[in-house]
């Protein structure tokens, strides 16, 4: 797939190489578990650097979001923390006990919030944890026996100091409000006209977050914001370097490597649950876009470093 580029300042395209090269400290060298939420509008040119950064990739959290009812929660209750963050940075619980320190990415000028930054795959104490859990999978059907091995390994409760983790998060969260700011820049003196469909873009990629674990397709999204499939296709291909089906697929794809890599689900429910109807397209598919099959992938990545 030939990859195009929107219309990107280059002091904006340093900038994302910047943050993605700070972001690779912080997960390799330092050993933390960084996301970053709700930043889809501005991250939307520079997709391909932030997949890897745009969801929590704790196996433990993997599992639990592997249900499209608990997905969604976790999408929607990412929304709310937006007036806890108005009072600076805290750790906190998710609805499934998993924890997490949230930092605010906020824009100085406004002094709002305009995006968070998590630090995750931590506990407090490990009976509240287990308790949410349990309570987590009793009521969408997930197997206990399967969770709890992956909160014993891969979940801890020793967190950081939260001077420390402020000091690292300090200059991401900069950074990240500086790419606003110049999107911002180039993007006040535009027409009405343009800032209702930078608007319409935020929630047309907020509601493919929601419903990324399912099957739709560009006629959805027309009927539910009362837009023509050109249309949309315009606004993909002009905001993101991406048509439509490319985004999405390149969204999916994402989520199917980290569930190959840190999960034990077949093949066939990876497909259907990052929302391919079809097991045999999405490893066709899959192929294409890897240069190699799913199983491959699989076996690659769960190889010990002597093997590989």
């Given at each position: 797939?030939?990859?195009?580029?929107p219309a990107v300042p280059e002091p904006?395209?340093?900038?994302?190489?910047?943050?993605?090269d700070y972001l690779h400290y912080l997960?390799?060298?330092?050993?933390?578990?960084?996301?970053?939420?709700?930043?889809?509008?501005?991250?939307?040119?520079?997709?391909?650097?932030?997949?890897?950064?745009?969801?929590?990739?704790?196996?433990?959290?993997?599992?639990?979001?592997?249900?499209?009812?608990?997905?969604?929660?976790?999408?929607?209750?990412?929304?709310?923390?937006?007036?806890?963050?108005?009072?600076?940075?805290?750790?906190?619980?998710?609805?499934?006990?998993?924890?997490?320190?949230?930092?605010?990415?906020?824009?100085?000028?406004?002094?709002?919030?305009?995006?968070?930054?998590?630090?995750?795959?931590?506990?407090?104490?490990?009976?509240?944890?287990?308790?949410?859990?349990?309570?987590?999978?009793?009521?969408?059907?997930?197997?206990?026996?399967?969770?709890?091995?992956?909160?014993?390994?891969?979940?801890?409760?020793?967190?950081?100091?939260?001077?420390?983790?402020?000091?690292?998060?300090?200059?991401?969260?900069?950074?990240?409000?500086?790419?606003?700011?110049?999107?911002?820049?180039?993007?006040?003196?535009?027409t009405g006209r343009l800032k209702k469909?930078?608007?319409?873009?935020?929630?047309?990629?907020?509601?493919?977050?929601?419903?990324?674990?399912?099957?739709?397709?560009?006629?959805?999204?027309?009927?539910?914001?009362?837009?023509?499939?050109?249309?949309?296709?315009?606004?993909?291909?002009?905001?993101?370097?991406?048509?439509?089906?490319?985004?999405?697929?390149?969204?999916?794809?994402?989520?199917?490597?980290?569930?190959?890599?840190?999960?034990?689900?077949?093949?066939?429910?990876?497909?259907?649950?990052?929302?391919?109807?079809?097991?045999?397209?999405?490893?066709?598919?899959?192929?294409?876009?890897?240069?190699?099959?799913?199983?491959?992938?699989?076996?690659?990545?769960?190889?010990?470093?002597?093997?590989?």
């Amino acid at each position: 797939m030939e990859k195009r580029s929107p219309a990107v300042p280059e002091p904006m395209e340093m900038l994302a190489g910047h943050i993605t090269d700070y972001l690779h400290y912080l997960k390799h060298d330092c050993g933390l578990r960084v996301s970053i939420h709700e930043f889809q509008r501005i991250a939307a040119p520079f997709l391909a650097q932030f997949l890897p950064y745009r969801i929590h990739d704790n196996p433990c959290c993997l599992y639990l979001k592997s249900h499209p009812d608990i997905w969604t929660a976790c999408i929607r209750n990412q929304k709310r923390l937006s007036g806890y963050l108005e009072q600076g940075p805290f750790f906190g619980c998710c609805h499934c006990g998993i924890g997490e320190y949230v930092y605010p990415i906020r824009d100085t000028l406004s002094d709002t919030v305009i995006g968070f930054i998590s630090v995750s795959g931590y506990f407090l104490s490990e009976h509240h944890a287990l308790d949410r859990l349990t309570h987590t999978c009793q009521t969408y059907g997930l197997s206990l026996d399967t969770v709890r091995p992956l909160f014993e390994q891969h979940l801890s409760d020793s967190i950081p100091d939260a001077h420390k983790l402020d000091t690292l998060l300090f200059p991401l969260a900069f950074m990240l409000e500086q790419l606003y700011r110049q999107e911002c820049l180039g993007f006040s003196n535009t027409t009405g006209r343009l800032k209702k469909q930078n608007q319409l873009l935020g929630r047309i990629l907020l509601f493919i977050e929601e419903n990324l674990n399912r099957s739709f397709t560009i006629e959805e999204l027309c009927s539910a914001f009362h837009c023509s499939r050109s249309y949309i296709s315009h606004l993909f291909c002009s905001s993101t370097g991406h048509s439509f089906p490319e985004y999405l697929n390149l969204l999916r794809m994402e989520e199917a490597r980290k569930l190959l890599a840190q999960t034990d689900f077949p093949i066939t429910e990876i497909a259907l649950k990052t929302g391919f109807s079809s097991s045999s397209y999405f490893s066709s598919l899959f192929r294409r876009m890897n240069g190699m099959s799913p199983s491959t992938y699989r076996n690659l990545r769960t190889l010990s470093p002597k093997e590989k």
